[in-house]
């Protein structure tokens, strides 16, 4: 399928995965024994994420392609009246913001990903999420659990606003593209 903006590609479980892509290989990643010593979090002077009264703390990133592409996840019947959004999740105890968006991003998409930047932090229906920026650095779009995921995509991201229409995705996209609009990506 291809969209203005360049290729959308669509991984399943299962299903085939190209050897690499921009150098970066797509193999099994082994995830850490301890995801609160994982490697690949920033020291960015971020604030304490506060959530709003009534939300859970969560974490998720958007994770860049150098070719303006980002990845994105369908979840599993629609979760949450998503039909496409950023991987996420709620943070669990013992894990900072970086390294619960870090575990999210695995178990959502298997991709192992290191954080390059704090994109913000945006109340959603139950929680207030801390997105993050971040790059992929190795992992398998095919390993994520299909409990939770039902196809992994990589969409350009100029093409956003047409794949994440949940209303809770319109500004986490608004400063994703402000972001890339400042900085050239």
């Not at 994982?38 to 002077?45: D, F, I, N, S, T």
């Not at 070719?67 to 496409?84: N, T």
């Not at 993050?132 to 992994?152: I, N, Q, T």
Request: charged letters at 20%; glycine letters at 12%.
């Amino acid at each position: 399928m291809t969209r203005p903006g360049g290729a959308v590609l669509e991984f399943r479980s299962g299903g085939a995965v190209p050897a690499a892509l921009h150098g970066v290989a797509f193999a099994p990643w082994p995830p850490p024994d301890d995801w609160s010593l994982a490697a690949g979090a920033l020291p960015l002077g971020e604030p304490p994420l506060v959530p709003a009264p009534g939300r859970d703390p969560a974490a998720g990133a958007a994770i860049l392609e150098p070719d303006g592409r980002v990845w994105i996840i369908d979840p599993a019947k629609g979760f949450g009246g998503y039909a496409h959004t950023f991987p996420k999740g709620r943070i669990e105890p013992g894990l900072d913001p970086q390294r619960a968006a870090m575990k999210e991003c695995f178990e959502e998409t298997g991709l192992g990903i290191a954080i390059t930047g704090w994109l913000g932090d945006f109340d959603r229906s139950t929680t207030t999420t801390r997105l993050y920026l971040a790059r992929r650095l190795g992992g398998s779009p095919v390993a994520f659990d299909p409990r939770e995921v039902e196809a992994v995509r990589l969409v350009p991201v100029v093409d956003l606003p047409a794949w994440l229409t949940n209303a809770h995705d319109a500004k986490p996209v608004a400063a994703l593209l402000q972001h890339i609009a400042t900085t050239g990506f």
